[in-house]
């Protein structure tokens, strides 16, 4: 599943990072699944994108 995290509203996208980020917190490290820890870093990538432009428009 390759989502196009940008076009997601910032309510949504960040529920859907808490909800990945919780699933891998509540999950034993011998059963994560690649696709679901891949998932979360291209999560934190476009968290990180996101918090770049905010932070470059409040200068």
């Given at each position: 599943?390759?989502?196009?995290?940008?076009?997601?509203?910032?309510?949504?996208?960040?529920?859907?990072?808490?909800?990945?980020r919780e699933q891998?917190?509540?999950t034993p490290q011998?059963?994560?699944?690649?696709?679901?820890?891949?998932?979360?870093?291209?999560?934190?990538e476009e968290f990180?994108?996101?918090?770049?432009?905010?932070?470059?428009?409040?200068?």
């Open positions: 599943m390759d989502e196009d995290f940008s076009a997601m509203s910032d309510p949504d996208f960040l529920a859907e990072r808490r909800r990945v891998l917190e509540h011998h059963e994560l699944s690649p696709e679901l820890a891949a998932r979360y870093q291209r999560l934190d990180l994108r996101r918090a770049s432009l905010a932070w470059s428009q409040a200068r």
